[in-house]
């Protein structure tokens, strides 16, 4: 198999200068960990976009991969889950001529032929006619590997992460015995391939800080894909799982900035409809921003790269049009007053890092 890493070029057309106070170029790229990967600070996640609780278009697939890719975007991430190999699929469509694309792609499932379950399938309308199944073990992340590969039409994936281990994704007995098996054969494959050189980075990609504390008491790991656990109505981790990075030597990809659409003006919060405590901060929060004239998305999609740790922040636009946005929020002036006032209010931990 061939081993050579993708070619690192350098930033593209996203990268402009701004000034806010000082300047500051926007677009620019972040070392990812201790490892030679660098990261666009602004990547492109690709679960929404494979009809994830709504149907998405292929013609609206392929469009929000192309804007944001046109728009210099040189990091993406997948996975066989999304869309049951629809993300891949249209993924693999779009870079396989490409030399300069940062990838990441996860194990932990493997997609058998037929029909998902009906509650599964329910969540992804217009997916592949496959069937998830967990399968942590050191044999099914070599088998998911392999057919990643397959899949996208790449002989290199750069970044490979075991997808959704959890009390929260499984509960406390069944996690038990998966995450057995993912510290144990799964963490085995991740290590092997490293080493051999055939990925760059291996980490997890999960909803849960805790997790990724317990797995660093089982191996070392390059990087956590964490979604929606450090944003802006949420700082938890820099009080424990940051500092643990920090020593480690470990990055932080940050997927879900907006919480599920709350923080971009929606009503839903970790995939479910927002609880009124939740509502009533992000509230304060937006008129916080509305006095600064900007955007409440803006914020939260800003916010994580405070940190030095944060390599990326990836959305996930179902479209042309919300890729466009996104690069929108992404490039708006913001006074490092908003970060302060939010500080002041209580509404953003005293000790968080903010943007400059």
Not at 48 to 76: K, Q, T
Not at 331 to 337: A, G, H, L, V
Request: aromatic content about 8%; charged content about 20%.
């Amino acid at each position: 198999m061939e081993s050579k890493s993708r070619k690192i070029s350098k930033p593209g057309k996203m990268g402009q200068v701004r000034k806010v106070g000082k300047v500051r170029k926007f677009g620019q790229k972040r070392k990812l960990g201790n490892t030679s990967l660098q990261l666009s600070e602004l990547g492109l996640g690709c679960a929404a976009m494979a009809g994830n609780h709504r149907p998405v278009a292929e013609a609206d697939i392929r469009g929000a991969i192309s804007a944001g890719l046109e728009a210099g975007i040189e990091f993406v991430d997948t996975a066989p889950f999304y869309g049951f190999g629809r993300s891949e699929h249209f993924v693999g469509d779009a870079i396989r001529s490409m030399d300069d694309i940062v990838l990441s792609t996860k194990a932990g499932r493997l997609l058998k032929p037929g029909p998902a379950p009906k509650p599964v399938a329910d969540e992804w309308p217009g997916s592949f006619n496959f069937n998830p199944v967990y399968d942590y073990t050191y044999d099914g992340v070599m088998r998911s590997y392999e057919d990643s590969l397959q899949r996208m039409g790449l002989s290199k994936i750069d970044i490979l992460l075991l997808h959704d281990i959890g009390e929260m994704q499984h509960g406390p007995e069944l996690n038990k015995k998966l995450f057995a098996d993912a510290m144990s054969g799964g963490y085995k494959a991740l290590d092997e391939l490293r080493n051999a050189g055939d990925i760059n980075a291996i980490g997890l990609g999960v909803n849960e800080r805790e997790v990724c504390l317990q797995a660093m008491e089982h191996g070392h790991w390059d990087t956590f894909l964490l979604a929606g656990r450090y944003t802006l109505h949420e700082q938890q981790p820099i009080h424990d799982l940051l500092p643990a990075c920090e020593k480690a030597g470990t990055g932080i990809i940050l997927g879900g900035p907006f919480n599920s659409g709350i923080l971009a003006g929606g009503d839903t919060w970790n995939y479910a409809k927002a609880p009124p405590e939740v509502m009533q901060k992000v509230q304060k929060i937006t008129a916080v921003c509305d006095a600064y004239k900007v955007p409440l998305a803006a914020a939260a999609l800003q916010y994580p790269l405070g940190s030095p740790l944060v390599a990326s922040v990836i959305p996930g636009p179902r479209s042309a049009a919300e890729m466009k946005q996104v690069i929108e929020w992404f490039n708006t002036p913001i006074s490092p007053s908003l970060w302060s006032d939010l500080q002041n209010e209580g509404l953003l931990d005293l000790e968080a890092p903010v943007p400059d």
